[in-house]
């Protein structure tokens, strides 16, 4: 269980209908083989986050993520992610792009489920103890939200209002691979529309967050990430002081203020 305090293998059976982690991973190869055309070698992990249900998997001595989504309200959005994910690729923004099927698909539905296929990256999850880490992934929300500003398509229904734009949505050290920079920006799944300095205040203060015990990140932290950002992108006396509203808000949600 990537976040819940439940049995994962009732959970398995439960929520996705497999008998076990070995119906799930013969499930997975046969989905691999009629949609991509590839040969499963072996199913190293699986993880339940929610109605989603991550696979790592190894295929043609590769290293692959499967996210198999079960809830159909999911399933429009998660092929807009990965629309999205595959222009910001293209854009040079560093992502796990999903690999598409032979005949194009970035999302095959199979059965019950929706699944997307993404190559497994070379990183750990971001360290905030590391001050060039923290650095580097000021500098990389900054890239990504100018990336953002100018994707050129509708995303969840529609257009940025007036003052917003199309964040991450997510931007957090477990969503932030690092080898020796930042190697990717996983997980777009709440991508959604607001000011980027919502955005920064929200991930300034959840930075150090990964999936138990959440902890505040350390002011002198909080300001190094925010200074990398806006030495790459300024933030305006407005979005100043929009970000440190959202700072204080979400501190005292959390009970840290």
């Given at each position: 269980?990537?976040?819940e305090?439940v ?17 799930a ?5 046969d ?19 929610g ?24 399933f ?29 698909r ?12 993404y ?28 990336a ?21 949505g ?56 925010v ?28 009970g840290?203020?």
């Amino acid at each position: 269980m990537l976040w819940e305090a439940v049995d994962s293998n009732e959970a398995l059976t439960t929520r996705f209908g497999f008998v076990d982690s070995n119906d799930a991973a013969s499930w997975l190869g046969d989905t691999l083989r009629k949609a991509w055309g590839l040969r499963l070698q072996s199913c190293d992990r699986l993880v339940i986050s929610g109605s989603k249900l991550l696979a790592w998997l190894t295929i043609d001595g590769r290293g692959f993520i499967a996210k198999c989504a079960i809830d159909p309200a999911l399933f429009t959005r998660l092929t807009e992610a990965d629309a999205l994910i595959t222009w910001l690729d293209g854009e040079g923004i560093p992502v796990a792009a999903p690999q598409p099927t032979p005949d194009g698909r970035m999302r095959v539905e199979r059965d019950r489920y929706s699944v997307g296929l993404y190559p497994l990256v070379n990183g750990e999850l971001l360290d905030v103890n590391d001050e060039n880490q923290v650095a580097a992934a000021g500098r990389m929300l900054a890239t990504l939200h100018r990336a953002l500003s100018a994707y050129p398509r509708s995303f969840a229904g529609g257009h940025a209002p007036e003052g917003q734009q199309l964040v991450h949505g997510d931007f957090r050290s477990a969503n932030v691979l690092y080898n020796g920079g930042v190697t990717a920006v996983l997980d777009f799944d709440e991508a959604t529309h607001r000011s980027r300095a919502e955005e920064l205040g929200r991930s300034a203060a959840l930075l150090g967050t990964r999936y138990h015990n959440w902890q505040p990140l350390p002011r002198a932290t909080r300001e190094q990430f925010v200074a990398a950002y806006c030495d790459s992108y300024p933030l305006t006396g407005t979005e100043w002081d929009e970000y440190t509203r959202v700072v204080a808000g979400v501190s005292e949600h959390f009970g840290w203020a």
